[in-house]
């Protein structure tokens, strides 16, 4: 995939479910990335520096976990994304 790739919500959910090291069942659209799926500060940031290979977009590892969940996040990369 190339930078600024339109993410795909599940292409997300399976991203999640790779940088967070969990089965991919537990990663739903609403799952919260703290309570439902154990993600910490350094998970989060993983999973930003993913995002910037990916889509070329910048979140921060602290933004990602106050997005919530899969679905905050895929509607903040849809707003960031030209």
Request: hydrophobic fraction near 40%; charge should be negative; proline fraction near 4%.
């Amino acid at each position: 995939m190339t930078s600024s790739t339109r993410p795909d919500i599940d292409e997300l959910r399976e991203l999640v479910s790779d940088v967070f090291d969990i089965d991919p069942e537990q990663v739903t659209a609403t799952a919260h990335f703290k309570e439902d799926l154990g993600a910490d500060s350094a998970k989060g940031l993983e999973l930003a520096v993913h995002l910037v290979r990916r889509y070329n977009v910048e979140v921060s590892g602290e933004e990602l976990l106050e997005l919530g969940n899969v679905q905050g996040l895929y509607d903040h990369l849809l707003g960031r994304l030209p």
